[in-house]
């Protein structure tokens, strides 16, 4: 059974930092892209960033480039998620993907509240 389980979410003041994880279960973990997408009350879901299954060429919205570092541990079945320079416009739930569609598995989300 597929399983993504995101954790290192919180409430954190602007200018803070938080790293997220995503725990990977029933599948080959190694082989599959692996991404992180948030949702803020009332829009839509959006790719946040995106890796390869060698962790090579990381992909990112502009919105994070600079701030948000993707990471992936093939050995411990995780991807990882690093939010630095935190904004209140980073406020959203987080997900964590695997594959592309129609494969793809999502995880159930975490939140991260950014507010002073």
């Known amino acids: 059974q597929v399983q993504l389980v995101e954790s290192g979410g919180g409430l954190v003041q602007p200018g803070g930092s938080l790293r997220l994880s995503c725990a990977a279960s029933g599948f080959t973990f190694s082989i599959y892209e692996m991404s992180w997408y948030r949702q803020a009350p009332g829009k839509e879901r959006e790719l946040v960033a995106a890796?390869?299954?060698?962790?090579?060429?990381?992909n990112y919205a502009e919105s994070v480039k600079g701030r948000f570092t993707i990471s992936r541990d093939n050995a411990k079945n995780t991807v990882y998620l690093q939010m630095n320079s935190l904004k209140p416009e980073d406020t959203a739930v987080y997900y964590c993907?695997?594959?592309?569609?129609?494969?793809?598995?999502w995880g159930q989300g975490t939140q991260v509240t950014v507010s002073s």
């Open positions: 890796l390869s299954s060698t962790g090579g060429l990381p």
């Open positions: 993907k695997a594959g592309r569609p129609p494969y793809d598995r």
